[in-house]
């Protein structure tokens, strides 16, 4: 709180309680921090109308942040990709289809071998995507937007997959 602007430190420990509260990791806390110390039209906001933005942004970043980094730990860009591509183009992805495509894509390419089943199986278990009745979706639209980011991240790695996601889904 400390390190916070002083116009909003008396704010932040006032409603410590509700903060802790609503926010449940250290990176969620972090993330409020942060939305504090940048808050955007702070003169034009209530104090209640402040707190509750940066909760809600710190929610929505954690998300995020935490996608990337389970991506990037996973070293699964390629499956990402090929998930990002699929619910893209359709909001559900049938689990069937995906495991097809999973075997179309580790014949056309080595570096596909793995697959995108372990990605989506883990990103079910972590809540990140829902699975119901053998489809699967995104579980909160910040899901998708972290996809995105570690997607960007790896740009080289992401175009190659998706030409040649694009290339399986077009061959007889």
């Keep these: 709180i400390s390190n916070l602007p002083r116009n909003v430190q008396t704010l932040v420990k006032e409603n410590e309680a509700v ?3 609503e926010l449940a990791t250290p990176l969620e806390i972090q993330k409020f921090f942060d939305a504090m110390a940048t808050p955007a039209d702070r003169k034009r906001r209530s104090d209640s109308h402040l707190i509750s933005d940066a909760i809600q ?18 070293d699964d860009v390629r499956a990402a990709a090929v998930l990002w591509g699929l619910l893209k ?5 049938a689990l069937q289809l995906l495991r097809q495509i ?8 080595e570096a596909f071998e793995k697959g995108a089943m372990p990605l989506v199986n883990f990103f079910v278990a972590a809540r990140n995507l829902r699975q119901s009745e053998g489809t699967v979706s995104y ?3 910040r899901v998708e937007a972290g996809i995105e980011q570690a997607l960007k991240r790896a740009e080289n790695v ?3 997959s998706l030409r040649l996601l694009i ?3 077009s061959s007889p």
């Design 57 to 74: 942004r710190a929610h929505q970043d954690s998300i995020e942040r935490t996608v990337v980094d389970q991506i990037e730990e996973r």
């Design 19 to 21: 903060v802790l509260a």
């Design 158 to 160: 992401t175009v190659k």
């Design 89 to 93: 183009a359709n909001d559900k992805v």
């Design 139 to 141: 579980y909160h639209p």
């Design 167 to 169: 290339q399986t889904l």
């Design 102 to 109: 999973d075997g179309a894509l580790a014949d056309a390419h």
